[in-house]
């Protein structure tokens, strides 16, 4: 099965030069859907050279900007780009609150931002698992408020997890258990460490105690270090692991095709 992630923002509301807010495009065989699409996510995309245009569906853990600001901005681009009529339907997901968020902007910005034509909008508050396409995504409760969740894909044989925020807790260890790929946040230094996010060593024992295979870590705010991060997470995971970058592309499986 095809399976290439692009890594759109690596980082958090401190926004640098380097690093945009959270948003991962992936692209699974035929499919094209973001996991977040955190303020700068749209740029990001036409850096990448990928098209707005064709994304099927997008999946949101929480509802901080830095992880859905650039929804609307991506419903205006489908509905007002010049030349461009959208008739595939668009599928949108996440956790409790994401229908009343979506009323809010109706009311704030207009009629647009959940009208149903010329193409379809899915709209669909998940707690347990959806099949989206031939992948099967199961959501879990990470541990940062409001409400927040991670995902984990099942394309075949290929399994990816996205913790989304979280410290730690259980349910990101049963996330991570045994996949192919974690895209895994690691916000702080150790010394810097607090309660609802993550540091090099909490997410070393994660990677750790749940068994994955390789480790992508990501969601940096500028107080990290990111040798010193890798450093840290390696003294207690014994697996693969790097750092996200913008713009990086990881493969799982074959290569796959390009979105034009």
Same mark, same amino acid.
């Given at each position: 099965?095809?399976?290439?992630v ?8 401190a926004?640098?030069?380097e690093?945009?807010c959270s ?5 699974i065989?035929?499919?094209?859907f ?6 700068g996510?749209?740029?990001?995309l ?16 929480h509802?901080?900007p830095d992880?859905?600001?650039?929804l609307v901005?991506l419903?205006?681009?489908l509905?007002f780009t010049p030349?461009f009529?959208r ?7 996440? *956790?409790?609150g ?7 902007? @109706?009311e704030?910005h ?7 034509? *010329? ?5 669909e508050?998940i707690d347990?698992?959806i099949?989206?396409?031939s992948c099967?995504?199961s959501?879990?409760?990470?541990? @940062?408020?409001p409400?927040?969740?991670g ?10 997890a996205?913790s989304g925020?979280?410290g730690y807790?259980?349910?990101v260890?049963?996330l991570?258990?045994n996949v192919?790929?974690g ?7 150790d010394?810097?460490?607090i309660?609802?996010?993550?540091t090099?060593?909490?997410?070393g024992?994660?990677?750790q105690?749940?068994?994955c295979r ?6 940096f705010y500028?107080?990290l ?8 997470c ?5 697996g *693969?692991?790097?750092?996200?970058a913008?713009?990086m592309?990881?493969?799982i499986?074959?290569?796959p095709?390009?979105f034009?």
């Amino acid at each position: 099965m095809l399976f290439k992630v692009t890594i759109l923002g690596s980082g958090t509301c401190a926004v640098t030069k380097e690093r945009s807010c959270s948003s991962y495009a992936l692209q699974i065989g035929e499919q094209f859907f973001l996991l977040d699409i955190g303020f700068g996510s749209l740029r990001r995309l036409a850096e990448a050279g990928l098209n707005y245009r064709a994304i099927d569906a997008v999946v949101i853990s929480h509802l901080h900007p830095d992880h859905v600001a650039d929804l609307v901005p991506l419903l205006m681009a489908l509905h007002f780009t010049p030349n461009f009529t959208r008739r595939k339907t668009l599928s949108l997901f996440g *956790p409790p609150g994401l229908l009343a968020y979506l009323r809010g902007q @109706h009311e704030l910005h207009g009629d647009w931002v959940m009208r149903q034509t *010329p193409f379809t909008l899915q709209i669909e508050e998940i707690d347990s698992e959806i099949q989206l396409g031939s992948c099967l995504i199961s959501a879990l409760p990470m541990k @940062h408020k409001p409400v927040s969740y991670g995902y984990r894909l099942q394309c075949n044989s290929c399994t990816l997890a996205y913790s989304g925020d979280t410290g730690y807790c259980p349910e990101v260890v049963a996330l991570f258990a045994n996949v192919d790929l974690g895209i895994l946040e690691c916000s702080f230094p150790d010394e810097l460490a607090i309660d609802e996010h993550l540091t090099p060593s909490l997410a070393g024992r994660i990677a750790q105690e749940s068994g994955c295979r390789r480790l992508l870590l990501t969601h940096f705010y500028p107080s990290l270090d990111i040798s010193a991060a890798i450093a840290g997470c390696r003294r207690i995971y014994d697996g *693969p692991v790097e750092a996200a970058a913008d713009l990086m592309s990881v493969a799982i499986g074959e290569e796959p095709r390009e979105f034009a």
